[in-house]
């Protein structure tokens, strides 16, 4: 977006920020929109940017500036006070003041919010106990939905299939579905649900999902099983692809079908984040084929490029070596 042009009026100024937030110019955002309250305090734009002002803030990690502005924000925008504590309740959670969070949230007036609020927080500390008692007081079908999922991080498939199975509200009904059958299907081992899932859902937002969970889970008992449940992926072009494509690599390395393997893990790219595990089982390949410096080479560059396959590689170069002697 070209900046600066000579504004005419409050809301082409309003505009102007809005645009450079929405483009994700966060700190250029935030400028634009600090000097709009200062000149056009009393503008009918004024409330709405100062909400755009803190979560400009926000999305840079400015969580102090955040918590300290948001004071002066809610004396002076009270009718937006819900959405200015939900912010400064944010800001206190990234700085882990979680007590200061848990104060402020249950200041804001939405009943519904302030109880998703508090819970989330407690969610994403892992302390999924109390998430479940701010979940319950929410009643409705996020609530069960996140109550769900938090029986599930407890290893509680039961109660997490129930509360999932509770779910009707269409916003989150897919997701429902798709975990009950999940975990019904690693409780049982049998695959009658997460195939009326995938029948259901045949353009899902959890098709990859469920195609991972039966890959993974066929691993170990049926290795063609598991490979065709991943190539199912790389068939409907879901996302995962680089996962799947690591994944069938490996389980054609375990079955010493190593061409195949090797074809596969040159399909994924380096952006990925498997690409490094990739790179270290072609070298295994090499090195089992006999092309010891081809291995010894591919090695030294996962050793350099991936610290945490680093001892791996170094404990392969050695053994090639103690094997010529």
């Known amino acids: 977006?070209?900046?600066?042009?000579?504004?005419?009026?409050?809301?082409?100024?309003?505009?102007?920020?809005?645009?450079?937030?929405?483009?994700?110019?966060?700190?250029?955002?935030?400028?634009?929109?600090?000097?709009?309250?200062?000149?056009?305090?009393?503008?009918?734009?004024?409330?709405?940017?100062?909400?755009?002002?803190?979560?400009?803030?926000?999305?840079?990690?400015?969580?102090?500036?955040?918590?300290?502005?948001?004071?002066?924000?809610?004396?002076?925008?009270?009718?937006?006070?819900?959405?200015?504590?939900?912010?400064?309740?944010?800001?206190?959670?990234?700085?882990?003041?979680?007590?200061?969070?848990?104060?402020?949230?249950?200041?804001?007036?939405?009943?519904?919010?302030?109880?998703?609020?508090?819970?989330?927080?407690?969610?994403?500390?892992?302390?999924?106990?109390?998430?479940?008692?701010?979940?319950?007081?929410?009643?409705?079908?996020?609530?069960?939905?996140?109550?769900?999922?938090?029986?599930?991080k407890m290893n509680r498939f039961d109660d997490a299939i129930k509360y999932f199975n509770l779910v009707k509200d269409k916003k989150y009904i897919e997701e429902a579905e798709y975990m009950s059958s999940k975990l019904s299907f690693l409780k049982t081992g049998e695959i009658e649900r997460m195939d009326n899932y995938l029948k259901k859902y045949p353009k899902g937002r959890f098709r990859a999902n469920a195609f991972i969970t039966l890959g993974d889970f066929y691993e170990e008992k049926d290795i063609k099983k598991s490979i065709n449940f991943y190539k199912k992926i790389i068939e409907e072009k879901l996302q995962f692809s680089d996962y799947a494509l690591y994944k069938i690599g490996l389980n054609y390395f375990k079955s010493e079908i190593y061409d195949s393997s090797v074809y596969y893990f040159n399909l994924v790219e380096p952006h990925s984040k498997y690409f490094g595990e990739c790179l270290y089982y072609t070298a295994r390949i090499k090195s089992i084929k006999g092309e010891d410096d081809i291995a010894i080479n591919l090695y030294r560059q996962v050793a350099k490029d991936y610290k945490e396959l680093m001892p791996r590689s170094i404990f392969r170069i050695a053994e090639i070596h103690k094997k010529r002697g």
């Open 1 to 152: 977006m070209i900046i600066f042009l000579l504004f005419l009026n409050p809301i082409d100024d309003f505009k102007v920020a809005k645009g450079l937030f929405n483009d994700g110019m966060y700190e250029i955002a935030e400028k634009e929109l600090k000097n709009f309250l200062i000149n056009y305090k009393e503008s009918e734009y004024a409330k709405e940017a100062a909400v755009l002002y803190l979560k400009s803030l926000y999305a840079q990690g400015k969580y102090d500036v955040l918590i300290n502005d948001s004071k002066k924000m809610l004396l002076e925008y009270p009718e937006k006070k819900d959405d200015i504590l939900e912010l400064k309740g944010k800001g206190e959670m990234r700085m882990m003041r979680y007590n200061d969070a848990e104060r402020t949230f249950n200041q804001i007036q939405d009943r519904k919010k302030r109880y998703s609020l508090i819970g989330d927080m407690y969610y994403g500390k892992g302390d999924y106990k109390n998430a479940i008692i701010y979940y319950q007081k929410i009643g409705d079908d996020f609530g069960n939905s996140s109550i769900g999922w938090c029986y599930y």
